[in-house]
């Protein structure tokens, strides 16, 4: 089963960010006038007013910014899944950027196989993407 549970949207300024998961690339979106990459994506850059963008590609390395283990789960339709984690990541290569997701063991693991005592601010995660294309983040490997 997967633990999609509400569908990303894919509109026509972040439709692209899910294309790329999809085939297992994290990409952000970067001006293309003054180069600041953004998130989340958007017609015109924050810094110098251009529409002009491009999709940038990361390592997918980061580290836990922030994180939070709702309970109870703030949606019913996750009450099954409970205890489990919402991290905050802050890309490597982009430290202005940050990422929502979880922990996980492995791409396509239960939401909970990481438990809540084992995770920490500052640890270093790495992207990886399950078979549905959702952005996932495990723990980087030294």
């Not at 990409?27 to 924050?46: H, I, L, N, S, Y």
């Amino acid at each position: 089963m997967s633990d999609t549970l509400l569908p990303p949207v894919r509109d026509e300024d972040g439709g692209p960010f899910w294309e790329y998961a999809a085939r297992g690339e994290l990409r952000v979106q970067a001006c293309a006038g003054c180069g600041e990459p953004r998130f989340p994506p958007r017609p015109c850059c924050p810094h110098c007013q251009s529409f002009a963008s491009e999709w940038r590609r990361m390592s997918g390395r980061g580290r836990i910014w922030s994180y939070v283990v709702p309970y109870p789960p703030l949606l019913q339709a996750y009450a099954a899944r409970a205890p489990y984690n919402v991290i905050v990541v802050e890309l490597a290569e982009a430290p202005r950027i940050r990422l929502v997701g979880n922990l996980v063991t492995g791409p396509d693991a239960p939401l909970d196989s990481v438990p809540p005592n084992r995770i920490r601010i500052g640890a270093k995660v790495q992207v990886v993407f399950g078979k549905d294309g959702m952005p996932r983040w495990v723990a980087e490997r030294s």
